[in-house]
């Protein structure tokens, strides 16, 4: 491998292969059992049919009484019938026995009708007194009955592999009786954020030194697209330390910020080559062109510039879908998308890929002045992010470009 430090990079490879090499050799991790409590979030590992029909028996759709619907036939306000009332049918206390001709049973919500009875009857159009019922209209046979399999029926499949589960999948599980979900085991992640400058979150710098800004930006991402963070440490720039960092086989996938790029105490690269291979470093885009991708053993190492934007640009183009490919997601970006108009130009080369933070105003996509990759605050200002192609040399004002939003809404469409 030819040491770039403080030489710089003789090519660059184009993106897409390097998205091409990722695709080809990250497939899903094995499946896991998570208790039904904690599956929300997790992706469904094989389909789930049910082993029982949901509900599991007849339950009344509402207060009133259980009856056999033909014996209120011809009851109004003007005729009344009388049925007599012989129990009660609770949620979880059922009536034990059976209704009879021109026999009611007082049956509340969710609960078991009882046998013999084919409906339930309103309490509003009927009265009891001394265990006699008043009937003063008409209920036909089924109604007002939630019938046995009625939301679920026995042998369904209810919900197909692949699935991320939500809130209401979660539920509908519990429902059938699941103590375990099949999910697709969460990729494990190590970060290894190196700097002599760096202080952690929550400390303030002093002097010289600077916040590590990026592990807690990366965190977010993390858990956006279903990874599973292992502890960590800032570690200084310390080539044995880094070492043992990179070496450690507990995780599936490696992020490192920083010490990645050409300068003198960027060990990171040649590590990675030492240990495995260091598939490509130095590609042609704009901001992250230092970014590099290897292996050692089973693990997959993102080299992460430091400069937060270039950070960012690189996780979302080649970490972000290699997490999510592994914990069995769609690789495809995650974030919704605008069509729009170009308010001004945008210039780019042609051969090298562009991440463009932009502005979204009146309808109108403003790419943002600032290109610095260490101007964190210019993703905050921005709306999203335009892609330009490796073909193109820009975009032309007024020309409808596809943005890539960093929120599911404008924040005009959120109240």
């Known amino acids: ?248 086989e507990d995780a599936d996938v490696v992020l490192v910020s920083g010490g990645s790029s050409v300068g003198r105490e960027d060990f990171a690269p040649g590590l990675v080559a030492q240990l495995g291979s260091l598939d490509f470093h130095g590609i042609a885009m704009r901001p992250s062109s230092p970014t590099g991708v290897g292996r050692i053993g089973e693990r997959i190492v993102f080299l992460l510039p430091g400069n937060p934007v270039s950070c960012l640009c690189a996780y979302e183009f080649f970490a972000g879908p290699t997490l999510r490919r592994l914990g069995g997601r769609s690789p495809r970006w995650p974030h919704p998308v605008r069509n729009l108009p170009l308010a001004r130009k945008i210039s780019s080369a042609i051969g090298r890929v562009d991440y463009v933070r932009v502005a979204i105003e009146h309808g109108l996509v403003i790419p943002l002045a600032t290109s610095g990759a260490s101007i964190l605050s210019s993703t905050v200002r921005s709306a999203g992010f335009v892609i330009v192609p490796r073909e193109l040399e820009g975009m032309a004002e007024g020309e409808k470009v596809e943005v890539r939003l960093y929120d599911a809404f404008l924040p005009d469409e959120t109240s």
């Open 1 to 248: 491998m030819r040491d770039v430090r403080m030489r710089g990079f003789a090519e660059r490879a184009d993106v897409e292969d390097v998205e091409r090499f990722l695709a080809e050799r990250v497939h899903a991790l094995g499946d896991e059992l998570v208790p039904v409590l904690s599956c929300a979030g997790r992706v469904l590992a094989a389909n789930i049919e049910a082993p029982r029909p949901v509900p599991n028996f007849d339950r009344s759709a509402m207060d009133g009484y259980a009856v056999r619907g033909a014996d209120t036939f011809g009851a109004s306000d003007y005729a009344p019938l009388r049925l007599e009332v012989i129990g009660e049918s609770m949620p979880g206390r059922p009536f034990a026995g059976e209704v009879g001709p021109r026999q009611a049973v007082r049956i509340m919500t969710g609960a078991p009708v009882p046998r013999g009875a084919d409906a339930v009857l309103m309490a509003e159009v009927c009265s009891e007194n001394a265990g006699s019922l008043e009937v003063r209209d008409a209920v036909a046979p089924h109604k007002n009955v939630g019938t046995r399999g009625e939301d679920i029926r026995e042998g369904d499949t209810v919900l197909h592999r692949g699935r991320v589960l939500r809130a209401q999948d979660a539920a509908i599980l519990a429902s059938l009786g699941c103590a375990e979900v099949p999910c697709v085991r969460r990729p494990r992640v190590r970060f290894v954020i190196t700097g002599d400058e760096l202080v952690a979150a929550g400390e303030t710098p002093e002097g010289s030194r600077i916040v590590d800004s990026n592990s807690v930006m990366l965190r977010v991402l993390l858990e956006r697209d279903g990874g599973e963070l292992l502890p960590y440490e800032i570690l200084p720039d310390r080539e044995e330390r880094i070492r043992q960092a990179l070496g450690g």
